[in-house]
């Protein structure tokens, strides 16, 4: 299974980025999805994170109302729209997929495979 994330980019603070992430392997809609961050000096942590069938989400607090997850399963790829960006949200951007499906999932360990990660700058 492989995972490849891409979208990030240098944006002002107040803008917006899209990303995506595409993915190899079968029955896509079998397993939940999720996006993390991780920060300069700091740990890896949960942002968002999608059931199989797309029906069941959870945000991070300091990203809901601003970041939107959603998947495309006859694409087999996962998005996240990030809006109202904050220099805060500068990170490394990794999705990650589980080997189950029927709900969301928000820790690190509850993943088996991880995308390289794309890096989002937000400038003040």
């Known amino acids: 299974v492989q995972l490849q994330a891409s979208g990030g980019g240098l944006v002002q603070a107040g803008g917006s980025l899209r990303l995506s992430c595409a993915t190899s392997?079968?029955?896509?809609?079998?397993?939940?999805l999720g996006w993390f961050r991780q920060a300069p000096g700091k740990e890896r942590e949960f942002v968002a994170a999608?059931?199989?069938?797309?029906?069941?989400?959870r945000y991070a607090d300091s990203v809901k109302d601003r970041f939107t997850i959603s998947r495309d399963n006859a694409k087999n790829t996962v998005y996240l729209q990030m809006s109202s960006l904050k220099p805060e949200d500068t990170a490394v951007y990794y999705c990650a997929r589980t080997s189950s499906g029927s709900y969301y999932y928000t820790r690190r360990n509850e993943y088996d495979y991880w995308g390289q990660g794309t890096l989002v700058t937000v400038s003040s």
């Open positions: 392997g079968r029955t896509f809609s079998n397993y939940a």
């Open positions: 999608i059931s199989g069938s797309g029906g069941q989400i």
